[in-house]
């Protein structure tokens, strides 16, 4: 095997083992604290930690919410799309 | 993100009352015309399905065999692209999600347009109810704010100074995004308990 086989290899297998985020988007539409709502009962997360994300949010454009393997990620792409947040499946992060 | 001018959360529409219950106080004019924008989502998520969810086998396992992505901004925005830079993730992601999004947005929809035809000056609400309504309420929003064009870069300040005082479309929407938030805050009320 020649050394740039290895290095192919190597990177397949690094890409492999990135997790999944879920990642929420900011929009002009969805109110703060439906947000802050959102991220508490679905992902069950403190108040404070669901307003720092919503901010994030808010003031970043985005914000990486959850991560998992895709299976995991997908269903919760899923979900934030019924509450009607917009929301993407990113690898890495 | 949206906000709701701060002067409007003086009234309240929906509120948690002393024994827990929550009620809106919305007179007969609001209920009608809250009913008429719900009746609008409701039309705009059944006329998007189409043969494919009929289908009683595609039905059954909830799997579309060609699942397109909408052409119509609002219908988009309801149902966006879950990957950005992989159109065949996005479009294997639709097909396995989008029946069964559609499906609960448009039962959550003809839910809370039972609740207004059930009520009297009072709209009580319990807890399951309360989510069905702001989820109803949100994608209620989501479309007309599509409709509008309102992006961040047209401000809802500036649609609302065009409209004057006409109560046109966006004077709509800001009274949605106020019934939203004080929902939104009666519900809480409870989580944060």
Redesign the interface.
């Known amino acids: 095997m020649s050394s740039t086989d290895t290095l192919e290899l190597t990177e397949v297998e690094l890409d492999l083992a990135k997790p999944f985020a879920c990642v929420v988007w900011n929009d002009p539409v969805n109110l703060m604290s439906y947000v802050t709502h959102v991220f508490m009962t679905y992902f069950n997360y403190s108040k404070s930690k669901a307003e720092q994300l919503m901010l994030q949010v808010h003031h970043e454009g985005r914000a990486f919410v959850s991560h998992g393997d895709r299976e995991k990620i997908e269903r919760d792409v899923a979900a934030m799309h019924e509450f009607g947040l917009w929301a993407t499946v990113e690898q890495g992060g | 993100?949206?906000?709701?001018g701060a002067g409007r959360l003086m009234a309240h529409a929906f509120e948690r009352s002393i024994t827990g219950k929550i009620i809106g106080r919305l007179d007969a004019v609001e209920q009608a015309l809250l009913r008429s924008l719900l009746q609008q989502l409701a039309v705009l998520l059944h006329e998007s399905d189409d043969g494919a969810a009929q289908d009683p086998i595609a039905q059954l396992v909830g799997i579309q065999d060609l699942a397109e992505r909408p052409a119509d901004p609002a219908l988009l925005?309801?149902?966006?692209?879950?990957?950005?830079e992989d159109e065949a993730?996005a479009n294997d992601?639709r097909r396995y999600?989008e029946a069964a999004?559609r499906a609960?947005?448009t039962s959550e929809a003809d839910a809370a347009i039972a609740i207004l035809d059930r009520a009297d000056s009072k709209v009580e609400l319990s807890e399951a109810e309360a989510k069905l309504m702001?989820?109803a309420l949100?994608?209620t929003?989501?479309v007309l704010?599509t409709r509008l064009s309102?992006?961040?870069e047209t401000?809802?300040e500036q649609l609302l100074i065009a409209e004057q005082d006409s109560g046109g479309a966006a004077h709509l929407y800001e009274w949605l995004?106020w019934l939203?938030?004080t929902l939104?805050?009666a519900?809480?009320r409870d989580?944060?308990n």
């Open positions: 993100m949206g906000n709701c925005r309801l149902f966006p692209d879950a990957y950005r993730a992601f999600t999004l609960k947005k702001l989820a949100n994608n929003r989501l704010a309102l992006t961040d401000t809802l995004t939203q938030e939104v805050r519900v809480m989580e944060t």
